[in-house]
């Protein structure tokens, strides 16, 4: 089944707010891995190929890195709907489930996003959200239509959570999965919330 989904990854932040502020966001470690690494391990029920990696500062070193995934790149940086519509070009012919979820977003599992897919499919869905995280499955044919409505906002950028929003205006149908744990939902834009994602898995590992 997995060749009906595609995965977008979106990894363009940067990592200025971080000590190491030449290193990418996606690049900063927690548990001594990159926050991607997570990201990818959890997506490993998709081959490499069919996960598309959108890159923006320090795109090189991301992809010195992850060598065995296609990206595109994102500039300028205009928001998550502008990310998406920069992958659109090596997608856009794909006629299944497009899964756009965030590079700096590690807590989430491979279950989790397997879930996703599931109730995504079972209830035939133009797009499912995962809980109030900005991760999306979507209809590749309803993500694309709806990325053409997409208007920017005061800062100037294209917001993703507005597609699903006009899909259910259009009445199609919007549903919401669930995650498996309600710290899946943390990603990492300050050292503090870096050091809380240590904690976190430093926790989940003594679980295990």
């Not at 590690?106 to 499919?121: G, K, V």
């Not at 899909?167 to 309600?182: A, C, H, M, N, P």
Request: glycine share 10%.
């Amino acid at each position: 089944m997995s060749e009906q989904l595609k995965a977008i990854v979106l990894a363009a932040g940067k990592g200025s707010r971080f000590p190491d502020g030449e290193l990418p966001k996606v690049l900063q470690r927690a548990g001594g891995r990159p926050l991607l690494e997570y990201v990818l391990q959890a997506l490993s029920f998709l081959p490499p190929r069919d996960t598309l990696l959108v890159l923006g500062a320090g795109a090189e070193k991301v992809k010195a890195a992850f060598p065995g995934y296609p990206c595109v790149f994102q500039s300028p940086q205009l928001g998550t709907g502008h990310a998406v519509l920069c992958a659109q070009g090596k997608l856009e012919d794909f006629p299944g489930d497009v899964l756009v979820c965030l590079g700096d977003m590690p807590l989430i599992s491979r279950e989790t996003y397997e879930a996703l897919w599931d109730t995504h499919l079972r209830e035939d869905n133009a797009c499912t959200e995962l809980a109030d995280t900005g991760v999306y499955i979507f209809k590749a044919t309803e993500l694309w239509r709806s990325l053409t409505t997409l208007r920017p906002n005061e800062a100037g950028e294209y917001d993703l959570a507005d597609a699903p929003a006009w899909l259910e205006k259009q009445g199609e149908r919007v549903g919401k999965g669930e995650l498996r744990r309600s710290e899946e939902l943390l990603g990492a834009d300050t050292p503090e919330q870096l050091r809380m994602l240590e904690e976190i898995l430093k926790k989940w590992e003594e679980i295990v």
